[in-house]
């Protein structure tokens, strides 16, 4: 069952505009933040190659952001909006972090760890189970990737 809100698509441009940042960075732009009653409490992108970091994914740096600002590392009532499917490293993380929701973009085919390759969220030898829902402006974070690629391949064409 599906927590609803009525702001998943202001949420969500917020993840976009991190995604957009991280662009902007030369960095794979996915964008998160992480959402508690009405206030972003973390807000991140994808910084692994300006950190030199495998795991500076946005959902793991809006993780970290969020758990300093509750000081707490369980996010218990915490939704994250994020511009891509997540990971198994980010999906491990979400479960971990006792998140209540995962609100995510697009999928993505050859590492998302929701329902594309692997359904970590839902696995039921974990202690925690993190909702999730996906569609949220899926078209515009997914052409955003797709731009991004289809540039990253014509740059290092001879």
Known sequence: MSLLHRDDDDWMREA??????????????????????????????????????????????????AAEHVSNWRLSGARMYVT?????????????????????????????????????LEEPRLNHRVLSRSGVLEEECRELLKSFFRRRRTESDP
Do not use: Y
């Not at 991140?44 to 970290?64: F, Y």
């Not at 980010?90 to 760890?113: F, K, N």
């Open 16 to 65: 976009l505009r991190e995604a957009r940042k991280a662009e902007a960075e030369g960095e794979v732009p996915v964008g998160a933040v992480i959402v508690l009653g009405d206030e972003v409490i973390a807000r991140a992108h994808n910084q692994r190659e300006l950190l030199h970091d495998p795991t500076a994914h946005a959902e793991m740096i809006a993780l970290t952001q």
């Open 84 to 120: 891509l499917e997540p990971c198994a490293m980010c999906a491990g993380a979400l479960v971990l972090s006792r998140l209540d929701e995962v609100i995510w973009a697009t999928p993505d085919p050859r590492a998302g760890a929701v329902e594309s390759v692997f359904r970590i």
